[in-house]
């Protein structure tokens, strides 16, 4: 049985941990098939934005410690900076559904993607401290995130938190009743779509890199991004489609376009 499902409909992929029996923990064959869900949206170009969401109660519950115990290493498909670096490297936004409890890895995951949304009374935590491991893998995705006065606190303490606080320390965008959680993902998909693929896959190198900069260098390099954007195809499609008053053409129509 699958434990990652996938779904593609009006360029969204939707991505689905779909091992609830198993809280959505890290396992290696779930990490396995998700990196190969995360391959296919990078390689699809039907595809222009991810939204990866859960089956179950659980986003997902971090490492599967069935498979960390007995002194052995963890096996190296189970991995999570494999799915990490895919996020992070991909041309493509990400949205988080977060529709149950994201600790530990899972806390890592919610904050991995681009924007996430959350339902309310889901848990979010570090837990890993109060059984002798440690958020190594996951700080490169959070610590960016937070003030470090807040990521002392949450990762030494260990205590699980809602997601109206995971949301006020940056790790996710913003928590929702679960009754509007579909809206408000829905709302943020929308959004992206409106935007010029070349040039949200260009934001994400600006959201990445500008921040660890010397400022002569962040002015340099953006400022050649800049005129690219504006110079390429899509940069003149994208102003040309403004001054005529229409939807450019990666962008679904307006109703204005389909009434004309």
């Given at each position: 049985?699958?434990?990652?499902?996938?779904?593609?409909?009006?360029?969204?992929?939707?991505?689905?941990?779909?091992?609830?029996?198993n809280?959505?923990?890290?396992?290696?064959?779930?990490?396995?098939?998700?990196?190969?869900?995360?391959?296919?949206?990078?390689?699809?170009?039907?595809?222009?934005?991810?939204?990866l969401?859960?089956?179950?109660?659980v986003?997902?519950?971090?490492?599967?410690?069935?498979?960390?115990?007995?002194?052995?290493?963890?096996?190296?498909?189970a991995?999570?900076?494999?799915?990490?670096?895919?996020?992070?490297?991909?041309?493509?936004?990400?949205?988080?559904?977060?529709?149950?409890?994201?600790?530990?890895?899972?806390?890592?995951?919610?904050?991995?993607?681009?924007?996430?949304?959350?339902?309310e009374?889901?848990?979010?935590?570090?837990?890993?401290?109060?059984?002798?491991?440690?958020?190594?893998?996951?700080?490169?995705?959070?610590?960016?995130?937070?003030?470090?006065?807040?990521?002392?606190?949450?990762?030494l303490?260990?205590?699980?938190?809602?997601?109206?606080?995971?949301?006020?320390?940056?790790?996710i965008?913003?928590?929702?009743?679960?009754?509007?959680?579909?809206?408000?993902?829905?709302?943020?998909?929308?959004?992206?779509?409106?935007?010029?693929?070349?040039?949200?896959?260009?934001?994400?190198?600006?959201?990445?890199?500008?921040?660890?900069?010397?400022p002569?260098?962040?002015?340099?390099?953006?400022?050649?991004?800049?005129?690219?954007a504006?110079?390429?195809?899509?940069?003149?499609?994208?102003?040309?489609?403004?001054?005529?008053?229409?939807?450019?053409?990666?962008?679904?129509?307006?109703?204005?376009d389909q009434?004309?």
């Amino acid at each position: 049985m699958l434990k990652v499902t996938t779904e593609l409909a009006g360029g969204v992929l939707t991505i689905t941990l779909a091992d609830p029996d198993n809280r959505n923990a890290l396992s290696s064959g779930l990490v396995a098939e998700l990196v190969a869900a995360l391959d296919r949206a990078e390689a699809d170009d039907d595809v222009r934005v991810v939204v990866l969401t859960n089956e179950g109660s659980v986003f997902c519950a971090g490492a599967d410690l069935s498979e960390r115990t007995g002194g052995d290493a963890a096996p190296a498909a189970a991995d999570p900076a494999l799915i990490f670096s895919r996020i992070m490297s991909s041309a493509k936004p990400f949205v988080g559904r977060i529709a149950g409890h994201a600790v530990a890895g899972g806390t890592g995951l919610a904050a991995a993607m681009d924007i996430s949304i959350a339902v309310e009374d889901a848990k979010f935590g570090f837990a890993e401290v109060r059984i002798g491991a440690v958020p190594a893998i996951i700080s490169t995705v959070c610590l960016p995130k937070m003030r470090r006065a807040d990521a002392a606190d949450a990762m030494l303490r260990g205590k699980r938190f809602l997601a109206p606080e995971a949301a006020r320390l940056g790790l996710i965008n913003r928590a929702v009743a679960s009754e509007h959680l579909d809206q408000a993902v829905s709302d943020v998909v929308e959004d992206l779509l409106l935007g010029g693929p070349n040039a949200l896959a260009a934001t994400k190198q600006l959201l990445a890199r500008v921040p660890g900069m010397e400022p002569d260098e962040a002015t340099r390099w953006t400022g050649e991004i800049s005129a690219r954007a504006f110079s390429s195809e899509e940069g003149q499609e994208g102003m040309t489609a403004y001054l005529e008053k229409r939807s450019p053409s990666w962008a679904p129509p307006s109703p204005e376009d389909q009434s004309s």
